[in-house]
């Protein structure tokens, strides 16, 4: 989704070259505008400025216009559906129960960063990643959910 006070007026598709220009550029996109009535409302005028877009208009439940005068647009809004990808693989967390910050300084402070660096610096990133991730577990262990 997209959302924004972009102060084009999809009222003025088709006649406003930029307007219709950066509309036809969010179709091309796959977006959809789901805010399709005039969200700023005058005696003598009216324009759709603020703007809701997205590519999964399945997920709309619902979407609109609040009228309410808090300021001089309407305020707009939009619903989705959304549900949580499930996954059978197992997930794990870092332990922290028995951490101890002087100790784990302690041991990290032993590392000889001097002897990671490498010429190719992702073999000294490796090494360097690798050494402080072998303190990390002794402090701090992996387990699973």
Not at 34 to 47: G, L, P, Q
Not at 56 to 62: A, F, H, Q, S
Not at 99 to 125: C, G, R
């Amino acid at each position: 989704m997209i959302l924004g006070d972009v102060n084009r007026d999809f009222l003025k598709y088709n006649k406003d070259a930029q307007t219709s220009a950066y509309l036809d550029m969010l179709f091309d996109l796959g977006f959809m505008p789901v805010i399709t009535k005039a969200t700023r409302v005058t005696d003598h005028t009216s324009s759709l400025i603020d703007h809701i877009y997205t590519n999964t208009p399945e997920k709309v439940i619902k979407s609109g216009i609040c009228l309410a005068d808090i300021s001089n647009h309407l305020p707009v809004f939009s619903t989705i559906a959304n549900t949580l990808p499930t996954s059978n693989e197992a997930r794990f967390f870092r332990d922290f129960t028995h951490f101890n910050q002087t100790a784990f300084l302690i041991d990290l402070s032993s590392i000889d960063f001097k002897t990671l660096v490498k010429a190719d610096v992702n073999e000294s990133m490796s090494n360097i990643l690798n050494n402080v991730r072998i303190v990390t577990d002794r402090h701090a262990p992996m387990r699973k959910a």
